[in-house]
């Protein structure tokens, strides 16, 4: 049993079956805390937190894969040295952010949430920020559904593990995209504090339109007022679904601060 506390708990664990599984690279670990780190707030730049991973673990790899090869008590020893390096890089990731929670949830609710019903979604579906577990694709699937995730941390079974921004949607490829508390709210975030990347969330954006089939489906929640206003109604049939109370509550901040409601789903049919 080790003495040394481990407040992001199974970190210890997590460290020694990197060991176990792949001696020779510390990426792995660092793909694994990075998504350890965005769980916790999902708005930090997963590249700055790599390049501090990385360089933590230039240093307290070799040290960890050394004692590993020296035999277990010497490993045990090395990771009560080095878990509270560890710890401190990973809390000092979050200090001073109020966290903000990645969330996932179930099937019903996000359906609920966008106002979609199972028969309507035109196949294949796409989930745009699907979820590590990418509840809404299991159960398109279990519904007989041609449905595919995409996430920065999909499980590769579900779908691609990819940044939404650079993934090739392709063109008329999908007869429905959705993206439950995913797309949308990370472009709503953005749009509030760099102009940069909204003009890239803003150019994904139409490349997911550009994606439909004909009569295909884009929905999503929160809503984009600022961009929605600028579809042209021949191409594109826009609606809009209010969010039940609690939730579009949660939205109040981003509503003044945008001087525009967001707590709705949006559904845009392409004509
Ligand atoms: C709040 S979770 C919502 C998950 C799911 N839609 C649900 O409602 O259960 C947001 C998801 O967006 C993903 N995400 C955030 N930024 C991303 C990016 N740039 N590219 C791909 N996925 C991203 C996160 O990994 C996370 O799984």
Do not use: N
């Not at 090739?168 to 993206?179: E, K």
């Not at 994904?204 to 339109?209: A, D, E, G, K």
């Not at 929160?222 to 809009?240: C, K, Q, V, W």
């Amino acid at each position: 049993m080790s003495a040394v506390s481990d407040p992001w708990s199974g970190l210890r664990t997590l460290l020694e079956s990197s060991l176990a599984r792949e001696a020779d690279s510390a990426a792995p670990l660092v793909d694994e805390l990075i998504s350890l780190v965005l769980r916790r707030h999902q708005f930090l730049d997963p590249g700055a937190l790599r390049a501090r991973l990385e360089a933590h673990c230039a240093r307290s790899w070799p040290l960890l894969r050394a004692a590993r090869s020296h035999g277990v008590a010497e490993l045990a020893r090395a990771l009560d040295v080095q878990l509270p390096g560890f710890v401190t890089l990973l809390d000092e990731m979050l200090a001073g952010v109020p966290q903000v929670v990645c969330a996932e949830y179930g099937p019903e609710l996000q359906l609920g949430v966008l106002g979609l019903a199972l028969e309507e979604l035109r196949e294949p579906v796409l989930d745009v920020g699907a979820g590590r577990d990418a509840r809404l694709v299991r159960a398109l699937r279990a519904a007989g559904k041609d449905a595919h995730a995409l996430d920065r941390d999909a499980d590769p079974a579900l779908g691609v593990r990819a940044d939404w921004l650079e993934f090739d949607f392709g063109t008329a490829r999908w007869g429905s995209i959705v993206s439950h508390l995913a797309f949308s709210l990370h472009f709503l975030h953005q749009h509030l504090r760099s102009e940069h990347e909204a003009g890239r969330y803003a150019h994904t954006y139409m490349r997911m339109l550009r994606a439909l089939t004909p009569g295909g489906l884009l929905a999503y929640a929160p809503g984009l007022p600022f961009i929605e206003g600028h579809l042209d109604p021949s191409r594109h049939a826009l609606t809009r679904r209010r969010l039940p109370p609690d939730l579009s509550e949660a939205f109040q901040r981003l509503d003044d601060a945008l001087a525009a409601e967001v707590g709705y789903a949006a559904r845009i049919v392409r004509l």
